[in-house]
């Protein structure tokens, strides 16, 4: 049985014309939080564009009876119905209305959940996973009220530029050169490729998870800061990077760095970031933020201290499990074959 929200209080999906109001809740949130906001208006209609997030079946907003929005949730479970996302938001300044609306939208998404269930394998374990910055101690606790218990951190990390960047080596017989429009597809297949050792991944039918790429792709693809690391012929690694970030145009956003199973251990890696760091530092950017699993399976926290970033903001991953079973996502590395062995 759903909870019961305050009289009044009504829960309809969310509309294109919710994205201000939205907007405006996760701006206090991290005004409150951290003196600076993360979001643009923007980011949210291309989350909305998204093909994996349909907005009438998988988002849900609670509205006051005077019309405010007070509550967001959304559940991102396309293609890994075993174990979706909740992106929820709820006005951290409104501690009550936080404390009312919050387990209705979580107790929704489970729902939702359920709905989406029969797509996953049959004995595979499903749950329910929602991120919170690690700093709201309140919210944690509302979700641990309603069941999730925190499993893991992820952390933002920085780095200030002092000066020109050194662009560091490239490791030998391999290259890094910018992407071009014709690589979408094989950038794609080297992402596909590598983030199977990435903490929770789960593999989605290629066409699906292609058409979430492609999209991707339209929107963020930025030449001369999209560099691969190239081996005859084939992209063993990538470092996608953006020119802004939160809207701020002074900091450079490491989207994606990866590298493919076969050529891993030759420092390709920290080349492609070093030069990502070169390549955005020459296009005006003051600094470079990214974000990773605090427990990355391939030491990528290592590599970002290495490179000379630093923890600046913690995030904890929270999980309700639904149903006892098989769990279909990444825990561990698999083994690793050379690039010869991998032909």
Excluded at 7 to 27: F, K, W
Aim: charged residues 25%; glycine residues 6%.
């Amino acid at each position: 049985m759903a909870l019961q929200l305050p009289t009044g209080y009504t829960i309809r999906p969310a509309v294109r014309e919710d994205a201000e109001a939205l907007l405006a809740i996760v701006h206090a949130n991290s005004l409150e939080r951290d003196g600076s906001t993360e979001s643009t208006l923007q980011d949210m209609y291309d989350e909305w564009d998204d093909p994996d997030l349909e907005m009438a079946r998988d988002t849900c907003t609670v509205i006051t009876p005077d019309g405010r929005l007070v509550g967001y949730v959304a559940l991102w479970g396309r293609g890994r119905e075993a174990l979706p996302f909740a992106d929820l938001c709820v006005p951290n300044a409104e501690p009550a209305t936080e404390a009312a609306v919050a387990p209705v939208l979580l107790d929704w998404a489970e729902r939702r959940a359920w709905e989406m269930s029969p797509a996953a394998a049959p004995d595979a374990r499903i749950a329910v996973r929602v991120f919170s910055d690690s700093r709201e101690t309140r919210y944690i606790e509302v979700l641990k009220s309603c069941g999730f218990a925190p499993i893991r951190h992820s952390f933002r990390m920085d780095i200030k530029f002092e000066g020109q960047p050194d662009p560091g080596k490239c490791p030998n017989g391999l290259t890094i050169r910018p992407a071009e429009a014709e690589d979408m597809v094989p950038v794609f297949d080297t992402w596909r490729d590598a983030w199977r050792d990435h903490f929770g991944y789960i593999e989605r039918p290629y066409d699906m998870a292609f058409e979430s790429w492609q999209h991707e792709w339209e929107k963020d693809f930025k030449p001369g800061l999209w560099l691969l690391g190239i081996d005859g012929d084939t992209v063993a690694g990538m470092c996608l990077n953006l020119s802004a970030y939160g809207g701020d145009d002074s900091i450079g956003y490491v989207m994606l760095l990866a590298v493919r199973r076969a050529f891993r251990r030759r420092g390709l890696a920290e080349a492609l970031l070093r030069r990502s760091f070169a390549a955005l530092h020459t296009a005006g950017k003051q600094s470079v933020v990214l974000h990773v699993d605090g427990s990355s399976l391939t030491g990528a926290t290592r590599l970002y201290e290495r490179a000379g970033m630093h923890v600046v903001k913690t995030y904890t991953l929270c999980e309700k499990e639904l149903r006892p079973g098989i769990d279909p996502s990444t825990h561990e590395l698999a083994p690793v074959t050379t690039a010869s062995e991998a032909q």
